[in-house]
Nanobody
């Protein structure tokens, strides 16, 4: 397993932007599919985005498509989530996850075996 640490969350007004970062430990980060999920109070964990080991393939949940962009820098063992045009409904704890078995990433939380502690994103109206 890899250790994952998210950062970059905070409070932002609707229409604003934030960039989340997820720093990973371990020498095999570059072979892992990576994902971002979020969970709002009283709701189930929701898929946000995923990226393949090379960064060449990306996936997005319908609610964030066109507004969020996932990327990775394997030299820095870091994956990013650029969030633009934020809405109050984007308010949630955002989690980074790693999947050694799904090198091309996955929409399914069960296919990730390492998770970060989460970072809070709050969007005010």
């Amino acid at each position: 397993q890899v250790q994952l640490v998210e950062s970059g969350g905070g409070l932002v007004q609707a229409g604003g932007s934030l960039r989340l970062s997820c720093a990973a430990s371990g020498r095999t980060f570059s072979s892992y599919g990576m994902g971002w999920f979020r969970q709002a109070p009283g709701k189930e964990r929701e898929f946000v985005s995923a990226i393949s080991w090379s960064g060449g393939t990306t996936y997005y949940g319908d609610s964030v498509k066109g507004r969020f962009t996932i990327s990775r820098d394997n030299a820095k063992n870091t994956v990013y989530l650029q969030m633009n045009s934020l809405k109050p409904e984007d308010t949630a704890v955002y989690y980074c996850a790693a999947s050694p078995s799904k090198a091309f990433g996955s929409r399914w939380a069960a296919e990730y075996d390492s998770w970060g502690q989460g970072t809070q994103v709050t969007v005010s109206s």
